[in-house]
């Protein structure tokens, strides 16, 4: 028998934990000057947010580079083309989803209601934003607030239907950070309406965006065990206990104290060590949601929670009404369901992480890049997302028109839509989409983009040659019949 010590932590692949967890402080860092150096928003605040993803681009790059050179990495770490391609589009509706969200709101309910309304006519206090005590001070108030929305984003059905979208993947990598919900915005932007009274919307979603950039890096396999870090502070081991399907646990956004202090936190390392299990070559981990998500098409990933749930509630005033209850008892049994999430029974509960029984179980969707053409195709599409997003930053730093940013993320979309398309193999529908998006893309929709952002000429001569090459190699691969559809 092992020890504990000897058990609990990877015997190899130590030097790139240590330079992943490096290279992910030092991208804070970088985020934190670019975003108050270049990156401002139109009230002059920092665009943290923004400056942050050239950084996750590089790490996720870095990841993938590592995962390549350390034996035999765990198979939910590694990179696949079709996972990661869903985790971006994810990310990118949800970024989609919270532009038009946000117009709508500044011009319909921010007049009358919201954080900024209720804090400037029923603040009851004064918060000195130049005191970094206060900043910290919010930003524990924020990690706080985000505890308790995780939470119930596992304990209440109707809230776990928009939060499972983070969760559906069955990879556990930096890309797996991107994969989020367009309704968790939504229920975030209800539950801190209480602070509203206490702290100043501009300190609010600074510090909000603070909590979500911190909880980018913890989405990794590559970074082992962090030493006293892990006592206080939200780790790559804790997060990947978070992510099991069997265990809702573990839910604080920065610190894990609040898991320590209420009563939902496993630690990775315990259970590792009680079952003496090797973690050099899987993890202990079963990543993914209990009911794999068997589709890459980003709408379907968005409402299938929302389908299972509707489906739970009418299983449930169905069985209610076999049983002779009367009306007000199937109504009532259909409420509860809609209430009770999959960590309704567990999160309170002592939880195990047992090792699985087979590799099988791992990952049960699946979808190869078999051919040449196919990798070649997803990788110019990642290429393709990274020349837009660049142009995107160009944009937020010149300040162009928010109408413009809106226009180019209902593009990501639309790439994004086309593309999963392809992945699921709707054959008919990709085969006339991909050529009337690569005509549009490069007649109209580039160069009305490039003419808005006002750069150099040559600038807009460099993006237009990259971003034709792109669709005029996809469209090679169309009709070579290089591609597996």
Known sequence: MA?????????????????????????????????????KTKDGEPNYIASALPFFNLLMLLEWILLRLVKDPPMASKYNFADTWGSLGAGESQRVFISFSAVTFERVIAPYFGYVWLNKHLGVTKVDDTNPVMWALVL???????????????????FWAGHQVHHSSEHYNLGTALRQSWWQYLTGALLELPFAFFVPPHMWFICSSWNTLYQFWVHTCLIDRLG???????????????????????????????????????DEYDNVCEFNYSRDNEEIILYGITDAVDTWTE??????????????????????????????????????????????????????????MNDETRLRFRRPVSTFGDSLFMFLQIA??????????????????????????????????????????????????????????????????????????????????????????????????????
Not at 145 to 158: K, N
Request: aromatic residues 16%.
């Open 228 to 266: 006293p870090i892990e006592w206080i502070f939200s780790t790559p081991s804790h997060h990947r206990v978070h992510h099991d399907r069997r265990v809702h646990k573990n839910y604080g956004g920065i610190l894990i104290i609040w898991d320590r202090i209420f009563g939902t936190f496993v």
């Open 299 to 356: 709408p379907i990933i968005q409402f299938t929670g929302f389908r299972q749930a509707l489906r739970k509630v009418i299983r449930s005033f169905h069985r209610s009404r076999k049983n002779g209850d009367s009306l007000i008892k199937c109504i009532g049994a259909a409420f509860w369901a809609l209430r009770v999430g999959p960590g309704y029974a567990t999160t309170l509960k002592p939880r195990k992480l047992k090792p699985p």
């Open 140 to 158: 524990l108030v924020v990690d706080f607030e985000y505890y308790w929305m995780h939470r119930l984003g596992h304990t209440v059905s109707i």
């Open 384 to 485: 393709e997302n990274f020349v837009l997003t660049t142009l995107c930053i160009v944009g937020v730093v010149l300040g162009v028109d928010a109408g413009v940013i809106v226009l180019v993320s209902l593009w990501f979309y639309f790439n994004t839509l086309t593309t999963s398309m392809y992945l699921d193999k709707q054959t008919k529908i990709f085969h006339y989409l991909l050529p009337i998006r690569s005509i549009v893309g490069v007649v109209v929709f580039l160069p009305f983009l490039l003419s808005s952002l006002s750069i150099p000429q040559q600038a807009q001569q460099y993006f237009y040659s990259i971003y034709s090459g792109l669709h005029v190699i996809y469209l090679i691969l169309q009709c070579t019949h290089s591609l597996s559809y």
């Open 3 to 39: 020890s504990q010590d000897s058990v609990g932590v990877k015997k190899k692949g130590v030097w790139a934990s240590w330079l992943l967890f490096s290279a992910c402080v030092a991208s804070g860092f970088g985020t934190y000057y670019v975003a108050n150096n270049f990156m």
